[in-house]
């Protein structure tokens, strides 16, 4: 069983910062597309950011791109997901998650592995 591990969430101010952690199985970081996720209280899972295996492509969601930056360490096995800017409701529990085929597939959340998240919370 594929484990990915979260970490870095918390309660911050609006308009404030928090950069989460995902680390992953090297056999899987190494080889695998990996992104986070996200879903509010009473609302639907949504695609946050992806980044390519080698790191060298990334795409987001329209609701976090210029806020959101993607980034992994592949030395350490970890993805990172900086947000900054963020606002009330980028409140929910974040989930990191891995597959090998980076495409349309993030945008309908057909991914192979999940974390179990973390959640953010950003006041007003």
């Known amino acids: 069983q594929v484990r990915l591990v979260e970490s870095g969430g918390g309660s911050v101010q609006d308009g404030g910062s928090l950069r989460l952690s995902c680390a992953a199985p090297?056999?899987?970081?190494?080889?695998?597309?990996m992104g986070w996720f996200r879903r509010g209280t009473g609302k639907e899972r949504e695609f946050v950011a992806a980044i390519r295996w080698s790191g060298g492509s990334t795409f987001y969601a329209d609701s976090v791109e210029g806020r959101f930056t993607i980034s992994r360490d592949n030395a350490k096995n970890t993805v990172y997901l900086q947000m900054n800017s963020l606002k009330p409701e980028d409140t929910a529990v974040y989930y990191c998650?891995?597959?090998?085929?980076?495409?349309?597939?993030?945008?309908?959340?057909?991914?192979?592995?999940w974390g179990k998240g973390t959640l953010v919370t950003v006041s007003s």
């Open positions: 090297g056999r899987i970081f190494s080889s695998y597309a």
């Open positions: 998650a891995a597959d090998q085929i980076y495409d349309t597939n993030w945008y309908q959340g057909s991914v192979e592995y």
